[in-house]
């Protein structure tokens, strides 16, 4: 490697921090799962990760045009096909694909990828440096977990991927359906935890979008998720700041209105015959931490992520 570029990507001493884990809520989800995320904006591996999504990605996007990044797009590709009384429209979701890629497995499907494309070199780099790197960036991965009133623990992953590191979103989207398929079979008995399901028929739901079979085109309508609590973001969500501020004012705004009287009626009037139907709407103020909360708390104390110890203690 080019003395330049590893002093890019050697990580600061003094202002990188170890990553540490939080979780989200899945809002839209009936209980509530929790999504984990391994936040490593300052880790010491994230200036790779970064690379390697940086250089590794336009190569993807470029020999994989069926790549659909948004729901524009879906619509723009559904507009090159006419549809038959024949036709049929299957959506595939693997379960929590980021962090259940197989580490080595995924590394050799990005290897195999660039030979298949006839890439010898990215940015001046060998396919076996490329390799080097990522595997470098997955078994390497720690990070610290502190709850409310507790302790800092300290871990390593030793399987999957972080979700939050920059190069898993590309090493999850190389990895071919086939190869999940085959992994999942092979592991089955060993490794639960790769699940694929799938939906399909005249009328599936895929993004925003819901998508009916009519003739001779398509028909689609917005899709909207049902939403497990009464309300669009926890407050202890993982978001910019000024969406968070912005929560309690929408909500004042909207009692200001007289919105809160008539909302119980709303509620019942759209989600009437749905899983909704039975969950109680209480306008309260939280005044217990439960353990999801406790959960969602993201960042750890100064002392638990930093590297180096203070001048202080040297």
Not at 120 to 129: E, F, M, P
Not at 134 to 160: A, N, T
Not at 227 to 256: D, E, K
Request: overall charge positive; glycine content about 4%; hydrophobic content about 35%.
């Amino acid at each position: 490697m080019p003395q330049y570029m590893l002093d890019r990507l050697r990580p600061s001493l003094t202002e990188s921090e170890l990553p540490h884990l939080y979780y989200t809520l899945k809002d839209h989800k009936i209980e509530e799962p929790l999504r984990p995320i391994v936040s490593g904006i300052k880790s010491p591996l994230a200036k790779i990760s970064s690379f390697l999504d940086k250089n590794i990605r336009p190569l993807f996007d470029k020999h994989t045009p069926y790549t659909l990044s948004n729901s524009i797009k879906f619509l723009q590709h559904l507009k090159r096909f006419q549809t038959t009384s024949e036709m049929n429209i299957y959506t595939f979701d693997i379960v929590d694909l980021y962090t259940m890629i197989p580490q080595k497995e995924s590394v050799l499907v990005v290897c195999e990828f660039l030979g298949r494309q006839g890439y010898k070199k990215v940015r001046g780099l060998s396919i076996n440096t490329i390799k080097s790197l990522f595997l470098h960036v997955l078994e390497s991965s720690y990070f610290v977990l502190q709850l409310s009133g507790k302790d800092p623990k300290f871990y390593k992953q030793i399987r999957r991927g972080a979700m939050g590191s920059a190069c898993t979103q590309v090493l999850a989207d190389i990895l071919p359906s086939e190869k999940i398929e085959l992994l999942s079979e092979l592991n089955k008995k060993k490794d639960p935890n790769i699940k694929i399901t799938r939906e399909g028929g005249k009328t599936v739901d895929y993004l925003d979008v819901t998508t009916t079979i009519e003739m001779p085109n398509f028909r689609t309508t917005v899709f909207r998720k049902f939403a497990a609590q009464p309300y669009v973001l926890p407050f202890h969500s993982s978001h910019p700041r000024h969406i968070i501020r912005n929560i309690p004012y929408t909500l004042t705004l909207r009692a200001a209105q007289n919105f809160g009287a008539r909302f119980h009626q709303i509620w019942q009037e759209i989600f009437e015959g749905t899983p909704l139907d039975n969950i109680p709407v209480i306008y309260a103020n939280r005044v217990t931490d439960s353990l999801r909360h406790l959960l969602v708390k993201k960042r750890p104390s100064k002392e638990a992520i930093r590297l180096l110890p203070t001048s202080s203690e040297e």
